[in-house]
């Protein structure tokens, strides 16, 4: 598992939508978010994202997004 903060290019855009794209563009999934407050969301796929948020994601290495 692997915890990361998101880029700048996720703001605005939705859980569901990322899940996707991390799949098809880095094999990894997309599990859940970390709000800035430091809540946990599991599976949010209405969620938005915004700055200050981390995710979680399982992946084979470390992660590499932009």
């Known amino acids: 598992m692997y915890r990361a903060a998101i880029p700048d290019t996720w703001h605005g855009r939705s859980f569901h939508d ?15 978010v970390v709000l800035e407050t430091g809540e946990l969301l599991v599976n949010p796929r209405e969620h938005v ?18």
Do not use: P, Q, Y
């Open 49 to 66: 994202f915004a700055e200050g948020e981390e995710i979680i994601a399982i992946t084979r290495g470390e992660l590499k997004i932009r």
């Open 18 to 32: 990322m899940l996707r794209e991390l799949k098809e563009e880095h094999d990894a999934i997309l599990i859940a």
